[in-house]
């Protein structure tokens, strides 16, 4: 390509082959963008939801709370760590607890939250009440300040969990489900 000064030292050719050249050259880049940093997905939604499927019948499988609403103030998300994880004998829930307490409620002789608990003694009915979506209903009977856990799972590996207290505010949670780990 030929580049010619005009006499005031413009360039014309240089400049319109710039101009013809450079929306497709963008094209090209957004393309690469949009098609080539694709992370890849090693697990297809038909494998994600065999796998919550058979994790809920073994009772097997963690939730992770990602968002937390109390009953008052603001929804407020959480860093992950909170969880609870279930296996066919035990029920091991460590979640945060930010309410109202009532009279009767044991506030004092503890720096634990009321959902830092490992349950042996658990009752859970379980339901499969639409395609691809279950309900639980947990009853830890060793804990006397839990009434009821109810989780709501779905088949994409969302979860609900909402938390009856019997001298406190409900709490409700929301976050991901997910097979348990083997050791």
């Known amino acids: 390509m030929a580049c010619f000064l005009h006499r005031q ?12 050249i450079f929306p497709v050259f963008s094209f090209v880049i957004i393309l ?22 058979a ?31 279930s296996s066919a004998d035990s029920l091991n829930v460590y979640l945060p607890y930010f309410g ?18 490992i349950s042996t ?12 979506k279950w309900t639980i209903l947990m009853i830890p009977k060793d804990q006397r300040e839990i009434q009821t856990m109810t989780f709501t799972f779905f088949s994409n590996g969302s979860a609900s969990l909402a938390v009856v207290l019997t001298n406190r505010t409900p709490i409700n949670f929301t976050g991901t489900l997910a097979a348990r780990k083997k050791k």
């Open 32 to 53: 690469l963008l949009l098609f080539g940093c694709k992370a890849p997905q090693s697990i297809t939604k038909g494998q994600q939801a065999q796998n919550i499927k």
């Open 100 to 117: 109202r307490a009532f009279s009767g409620a044991d506030i004092y002789g503890s720096s634990k939250s009321v959902l830092d608990f």
């Open 121 to 132: 003694n658990f009752s859970f009915d379980k339901q499969n009440t639409k395609e691809g």
């Open 55 to 85: 994790a809920i019948d073994s009772n097997s499988w963690t939730f992770t709370a990602l968002n937390v609403q109390p009953q008052t103030g603001r929804s407020q998300m959480v860093n992950g760590l909170y969880t609870v994880v």
């Open 9 to 20: 030292g413009k360039l014309f050719i240089m400049k319109n082959a710039v101009f013809k």
